[in-house]
């Protein structure tokens, strides 16, 4: 009796959390049908609400929980994205998502960069911020789209955007992060170049490596709950094998989707599968993470956050408008994208941390700078995305 009364105890706030979790979850739906925050905000909201920097309710075990549901969340999300990659899609988009992209990962890294350097952030600083105001979220970014039911030329430019852009960033911060080294006289470039180009390519040669079997397999399994369980592995397997081999597990799963929606003859029935069990993870996942934002981190942004912010903004908005006329959209997708791709999440955060580890005298700059941008980015971002999607209308009445 004893041991199942300690039993109780420890698994009653486990179940007890989870059930308020998502209750939580399906408030936030019901409101968002019928406000203009979309539901991923009032999530977030939700979190910052019951964590520790206003009424502290989640219990501790939660913080444990967090990068696995991350992990999860995110290569999800990579996979459905990955799964409008297809070839005839890449044939329409293809080279207008690639100019977009590049031109707003540069424009927003060099805006960021060479206002840091006016404010007097030092080189260092400017280099390494320059190298993560680039990073989007792409789960915040799907989850407005699936919600608003949006379809359309701009919204799969948006995905094919969001499908990229870590990928981007991850190069152009890894190059920055070099030559900041070398500035500081920290060496390691050639190693950390190496790591960059391990972390990309071996990225994409997993994910279609286990994409071929399982564009095979697809298909050859009934519909319904043995598709659940195909997609589920090979999505978990792909990122899980990524995280061990330390490349990206975001960009291996774009990659997984990609190649079973190109070689697959059945190969909505993942993506399927997918849509109809993903929201439970992402209402944990961006609860907690909205419990992980620290309010304290916004009131110690100061100056050089305040610049990191509005230059970060202007260089997507300036980016997706040069971009855009170079590769040929049409005005209302390169008047509207930028205001789309204005979510920053976790991808950010990681590169903050890599870049206060490695260079400790900058993290009390580093650090609070992009936690408490990202406070925002997280809250106002899924608006600006929502408002966009209207504005290109794409949104079915």
Not at 40 to 45: A, F, P, Q, S
Not at 141 to 148: K, L, P, R
Not at 377 to 388: C, D, I, M, N
Request: aromatic share 8%; with cysteine; hydrophobic share 55%.
């Amino acid at each position: 009796m004893e041991h199942a009364g300690h039993y109780a105890t420890q698994v009653a706030p486990m179940l007890i959390t989870i059930g308020a979790i998502f209750i939580a979850g399906l408030l936030a739906d019901l409101i968002g049908r019928h406000t203009p925050l979309p539901r991923v905000t009032l999530l977030l909201l939700a979190g910052v609400l019951v964590g520790p920097s206003v009424l502290d309710l989640l219990p501790p075990f939660t913080e444990r929980w967090f990068p696995v549901l991350t992990n999860i969340a995110l290569a999800m999300i990579g996979f459905l994205i990955g799964g409008q990659l297809t070839p005839d899609a890449l044939r329409k988009l293809g080279r207008r998502v690639l100019v977009l992209s590049a031109s707003k990962v540069l424009l927003a890294s060099l805006f960021v960069g060479i206002g840091l350097l006016l404010a007097g952030a030092g080189l260092q600083a400017a280099l390494l911020l320059a190298g993560i105001a680039p990073a989007t979220a792409p789960a915040a970014t799907f989850d407005v789209v699936h919600e608003a039911g949006a379809n359309g030329e701009f919204t799969q430019t948006l995905l094919g955007l969001v499908a990229i852009d870590d990928a981007w960033g991850i190069m152009l911060f890894t190059v920055l992060f070099s030559l900041a080294q070398v500035l500081g006289g920290a060496g390691g470039e050639a190693r950390e170049l190496l790591g960059a180009v391990w972390e990309l390519t071996g990225a994409v040669a997993l994910g279609a490596l286990l994409g071929l079997p399982m564009a095979w397999l697809t298909g050859r399994v009934r519909a319904g709950e043995p598709t659940q369980a195909e997609a589920l592995g090979f999505v978990m397997l792909c990122s899980g094998i990524a995280l061990w081999l330390e490349v990206s597990y975001l960009l291996a799963c774009v990659t997984l989707g990609a190649v079973v929606a190109s070689r697959a003859k059945h190969h909505s029935r993942p993506f399927q599968a997918i849509e109809g069990i993903e929201w439970p993870y992402l209402i944990l996942f961006f609860l907690l993470a909205g419990a992980a934002l620290e309010l304290e981190s916004l009131l110690s942004v100061g100056l050089i956050g305040a610049v990191y912010i509005l230059l970060r903004s202007a260089g997507l908005y300036a980016g997706a408008q040069l971009g855009g006329r170079l590769g040929g959209a049409p005005p209302r997708i390169y008047h509207w994208i930028g205001f789309a791709v204005l979510p920053q999440a976790g991808v950010a955060l990681g590169l903050a941390l890599v870049a206060a580890q490695r260079f400790p005298a900058l993290e009390q700059l580093i650090l609070p700078t992009v936690f408490g941008s990202t406070v925002l980015f997280e809250l106002l971002g899924p608006v600006a995305t929502r408002f966009a999607l209207r504005r290109a209308g794409e949104v079915p009445a």
